[in-house]
């Protein structure tokens, strides 16, 4: 039978197309989203059987209050210095965003993405992990390396793609990779860092070493089977592995539905593989941190793995490429419920009486002035397409360990070409 | 004439207008035919390419997936099977690889292992090949994966014009079909001068592009330059680098370019070949089987004892596609010159 003959007399059957709230000229109004108050979700030991947090996958861990206080059984109890080292490398991230991002506009370098409204997310993360636990990032946590002191001149050297770039100039900026920094090669595939971070935690806990991974997607990579393969060898092998899902609301013009968010929660995908699930409050840097330990409590005692959703929003574009005003309210930003997650930890300073708007404002432009400094130092070692690349001869290098002779062929090749071109590009 | 009977002027098209246009024609004609993958729907995907259909056919016939390439290229052969004619874009040819086995071992073999009974009329669009700084996983040029497997057809456009009759095709063909979109020429026709302002497609003669229905059959090259001292064979943006050498070194040469890479226009070449008794192949892919090691077998093998000079091949190298270093890599003028001053050498060395 045709699939357009008439058939029993039954319902016509209809496709569903998930839409978002709010597109472009609509008044965007967040108040169905449920924020419950700070303090109010327990915290469940870090032994606890997954099944017996089940309600952690669809609640939201939440610290700071309306009266930016710390309160709740999730308070890491921090103290004021590394609240206020935190809240520098929140506003240094945002501060290197700002200016990247610009540099790409003035045409230094080929593209940039920022991770502004979400700084929280790497942040508070990174703070709460030791120093030399493995991280696989997406390209949104910059603010990893930041909150590890990395050189922001070696950073910019890498968006610059110049003559000091550690990836010789190979790779799309914001690509970073550093293994001194524990800071995994960022990979352009969404998503195939997800089971590599399972696996190097796998890994670990097969040699009896006492580190931890920790890796990070956005919502709608979250979709990609990478990320399911990650869950189901995370739950098999009890992986010491924190998996973080950043919720921003969006993926480039597709709004979470589009990976599943009409239907349930993000942290929710947890309770089928039988993991622990965390749904947080992404823009509370308390919040961050606290889950962040606590899961990696629970990974380090050998209790598995922990599916942390991180409630955020992308306050800018997806990348240098696109205009959100094109698929998005503009007003989004500014409703968001959650607030900024910089202010938001600067007013709890302020409660506590450990710091000042005029000291924040002084901070802000010492960390402007830094980028500034860091980014004319970066840019003596060239721009991109400005000649002051790796030699020519690099582009064979590190294909293999050692170099098969169709390669050394190519190279030849490839230096005849330059010499018949009068020598454009550097060479050795 | 009064202004209002003049004949209806065809605004010049770029590329993606081109494509926009193809696949509009074919919604508006069939009502099986729908379009989707990452933010093609209310976007109209990161390139235009598909902007206005969801507004124009509805959002069950132009809508946005998950991000899951696999899951895309899946649900396009359930789709097919049912009996609609999907065009599934995947966003750039760097992140196919997640689908392959949807297409390697269902929608290439479904035909086949269900002896005719389950078809999949489908066609995978994919912006592909480098020159837009876009680092490696925005610059492959993967399209001898897909001839490699059988039951797949793969087409490779070069400009508005046969963009859109070819899509068209495609679309109509009753077999799946991976169309590579060279988006370094979607804006104009590139030829490899990076150093060079990029003319717009509207002064090209291929940006004149019907706005009705019309089809560039699969399986036919077109030659864009009648010459008798060598044939090159290319598609996609090495079209432009080839026909921009031949006319800076006045050499006399055939320029095929294939369109089809597979079924391959074998006619066209042979007879083209025979005549110039030389051969240049160009592809922005990597060198090492890549489809210009099926093209120079197959120029060999029917071509021998006609040629004067060993095949010739202008490819990126065997490395990924490096970020900085991308015009070095890029098989741009000076490669294609080499490649000819090597091909025109006669048996005793003289050029
Ligand atoms: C395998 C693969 N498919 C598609 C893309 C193209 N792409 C790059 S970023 C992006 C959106 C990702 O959104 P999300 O995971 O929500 O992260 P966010 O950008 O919001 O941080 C897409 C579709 C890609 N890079 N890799």
New interface residues.
């Given amino acids: 039978m045709a699939a357009d003959e008439p058939r029993r007399n039954l319902p016509p059957l209809q496709l569903h197309i998930p839409e978002p709230k709010f597109r472009p000229g609509d008044e965007a109004d967040f108040s169905d989203i449920e924020v419950p108050p700070a303090g109010e979700t327990p915290r469940p030991d870090t032994a606890a059987p997954h099944d017996a947090m089940r309600g952690h996958a669809y609640g939201l861990v939440r610290v700071l209050d309306d009266d930016h206080k710390a309160v709740g059984p999730w308070d890491p109890k921090l103290d004021a210095d590394t609240l206020r080292k935190m809240l520098r490398a929140m506003a240094l991230t945002r501060a290197y965003d700002q200016r990247m991002f610009r540099a790409q506009r003035q045409g230094k370098t080929s593209f940039y993405m920022k991770c502004t409204g979400e700084e929280a997310v790497a942040i508070a993360a990174t703070f709460a992990l030791d120093r030399d636990d493995m991280t696989f990032p997406s390209y949104r946590q910059q603010g990893i390396l930041i909150a590890r002191d990395w050189s922001l001149v070696d950073m910019m050297n890498q968006v610059y793609s110049n003559k000091k770039d550690r990836l010789k100039g190979r790779q799309l900026p914001i690509m970073y990779s550093t293994k001194q920094g524990a800071f995994f090669s960022i990979s352009g595939n969404l998503a195939t860092q997800f089971p590599q971070a399972v696996g190097w935690a796998m890994a670990s806990a097969a040699k009896g070493d006492t580190r931890i991974a920790a890796t990070w997607t956005g919502e709608g990579s979250s979709a990609e089977g990478d990320f399911h393969s990650a869950c189901t060898f995370a739950a098999v092998y009890k992986a010491p592995v924190i998996m973080n899902v950043v919720n921003n609301q969006w993926a480039i013009s597709s709004f979470s539905g589009f990976a599943g968010a009409e239907q349930t929660t993000f942290a929710a995908r947890a309770v089928g593989y039988g993991i622990a699930g965390l749904r947080v409050d992404g823009n509370d840097a308390l919040a961050v941190y606290a889950a962040t330990q606590w899961a990696a409590e629970r990974a380090r005692t050998n209790n598995g793995p922990t599916l942390i959703e991180h409630f955020t929003y992308r306050a800018e574009g997806h990348s240098t490429s696109d205009d959100p005003s094109q698929y998005r309210s503009a007003d989004e930003a500014a409703e968001w419920p959650l607030g900024d997650p910089i202010a938001r930890l600067k007013n709890h300073l302020i409660g506590l009486g450990e710091w000042t708007e005029e000291k924040q404002e002084a901070m802000d432009q010492e960390v402007a002035e830094q980028v500034k400094t860091a980014a004319k130092q970066a840019e003596k070692n060239g721009i991109l397409g400005h000649g002051l690349h790796h030699p020519l001869e690099t582009m064979f290098e590190e294909v293999f360990e050692e170099m098969p002779w169709h390669l050394r062929e190519q190279e030849e090749e490839m230096l005849a070409e330059n010499r018949a071109a009068n020598n454009v590009a550097k060479t050795r | 004439m009064s202004e209002e009977n003049k004949p209806q002027e065809t605004k010049p098209k770029n590329m993606i207008q081109a494509i926009n246009s193809a696949m509009d024609v074919a919604m508006d004609r069939d009502p099986n035919v729908c379009v989707f993958g990452?933010?093609v729907?209310?976007?109209g995907g990161?390139f235009r390419a598909t902007a206005g259909l969801q507004e124009k056919y509805g959002?069950?016939r132009a809508?946005?997936?998950?991000?899951?390439?696999?899951?895309i290229i899946g649900v396009a052969v359930g789709m097919a099977t049912?009996?609609l004619r999907p065009v599934a874009e995947i966003q750039f040819a760097?992140?196919i690889?997640?689908g392959l086995d949807q297409i390697v071992s269902e929608a290439a073999r479904l035909r086949y292992r269900s002896a005719g009974e389950f078809t999949v009329p489908m066609v995978i669009r994919s912006p592909f090949g480098g020159g837009i700084?876009?680092?490696?996983?925005?610059s492959q040029s993967p399209e001898s994966i897909f001839t490699h497997i059988c039951g797949i057809k793969t087409v490779i456009p070069s400009t508005p014009y046969d963009a859109k009759g070819l899509l068209i095709a495609a679309i109509e063909d009753p077999d799946p079909v991976v169309f590579f979109e060279p988006k370094r020429i979607y804006n104009g026709p590139f030829d490899g001068h990076y150093d060079e302002p990029v003319q717009p497609w509207s002064k090209h003669p291929a940006s004149a592009v019907p706005d009705e229905h019309y089809v560039i059959p699969l399986g036919k090259a077109n030659t864009l330059r009648e010459g008798n001292d060598v044939t090159l064979l290319v598609y996609g943006t090495m079209v432009h680098v080839a026909l921009r050498a031949v006319e800076e070194l006045g050499v006399d040469a055939d320029v095929i370019d294939l369109r089809t890479l597979l079924p391959l226009d074998i006619e066209a070449i042979e007879n083209s070949v025979k005549k110039t008794g030389r051969c240049v192949i160009m592809h922005e892919a990597t060198?090492?089987s890549g489809f210009g090691a099926e093209l120079a077998a197959l120029v060999q093998e029917r071509c021998f004892y006609h040629l004067e000079a060993p095949v010739q091949r202008v490819t990126g190298?065997?490395?990924?596609y490096?970020?900085?270093?991308e015009?070095?890599?890029f098989p741009g003028p000076?490669?294609t010159?080499?490649a000819l001053e090597r091909v025109m050498e006669d048996v005793s060395g003289q050029v």
Avoid: M
Wanted: net charge negative.
């Fill in positions: 990452e933010d729907g209310y976007y990161v959002k069950t809508f946005d997936t998950p991000i899951n390439e696999c899951g049912y009996g760097d992140y690889y997640p700084f876009g680092g490696q996983t925005h060198r090492t190298y065997d490395t990924p490096p970020h900085s270093l015009w070095a890599y000076v490669r010159r080499l």
